[in-house]
């Protein structure tokens, strides 16, 4: 199994440009979302899906839009960059556990800065 | 909303030292999880706890999760410079499966 896998790695952007950040996992996980990290604010939920065809905001939803027309892929589209949105994104996956959360997998990250 | 809330932010300590960090939650969580982000890196899977009161150990490390289930605090014995990083707990209220992180605790360790 690959796990969590995200592309791109490193992404420079301009104010205004816009651009999807993929995310794929082959472990048949039901949950997936996306988070952002920002020095000293820790992970920040953005969107989620509780299985293909449904989404949900998380935290800090505006200027994301996401999708998830397959259980494999939860792409995050950044509709017009600004410079607010240089981060960290991290992009996680969980199987649907009954009574409790199983483990969060979460791919290696894609480093974007806005200029 | 829920918060966790995760003191301290930075810890540094001298290799062989203690270090705990601690996690409060604003309302009751059903489990609570923690996760190691080495530097540069992604957030790793540690533990998680259920019970109220429950006490789990990795070799140094301790975890243990409040009688209330609204705190939790991690605890490694005898630092090495392997344990550098952030640590992060992550809490799950009752019908929610998605964690809400903590801000992470770095953890610097000096040879």
């Known amino acids: 199994n690959a796990g969590v896998t995200q592309t791109p790695k490193f992404q420079v952007l301009k104010t205004g440009q816009s651009m999807t950040l993929q995310c794929a996992q082959d472990?048949?996980?039901?949950?997936m979302s996306w988070y952002r990290q920002d020095p000293g604010m820790g992970l920040r939920l953005i969107h989620y899906s509780v299985g293909a065809g449904i989404t949900d905001q998380g935290e800090v939803p505006n200027g994301y839009n996401v999708s998830r027309s397959t259980t494999e892929d939860f792409p995050l589209r950044l509709l017009s960059a600004a410079p607010s949105q240089t981060s960290v994104y991290f992009c996680?996956?969980?199987?649907?556990?009954?009574?409790?959360?199983?483990?969060?997998?979460f791919g290696p990250g894609t480093r974007l800065t806005v200029l | 909303g829920q918060q966790v809330m995760q003191i301290p932010q930075y810890q540094h300590v001298q290799e062989g030292e203690d270090f705990t960090t601690y996690c409060n939650s604003s309302t009751t969580l059903s489990n609570i999880q923690w996760y190691k982000q080495r530097p540069g890196g992604h957030p790793v899977f540690l533990i998680q706890l259920v019970k109220s009161g429950e006490v789990k150990k990795q070799k140094r490390l301790t975890f243990q999760f409040g009688e209330a289930k609204k705190n939790s605090s991690l605890h490694i014995t005898a630092t090495q410079t392997t344990d550098v990083g952030t640590y992060f707990c992550a809490g799950i209220t009752g019908g929610s499966y998605i964690p809400t992180f903590g801000r992470g605790t770095s953890l610097i360790v000096h040879p």
């Open positions: 996680a996956s969980s199987y649907r556990g009954t009574l409790s959360t199983d483990t969060q997998y």
């Open positions: 472990m048949n996980h039901e949950y």
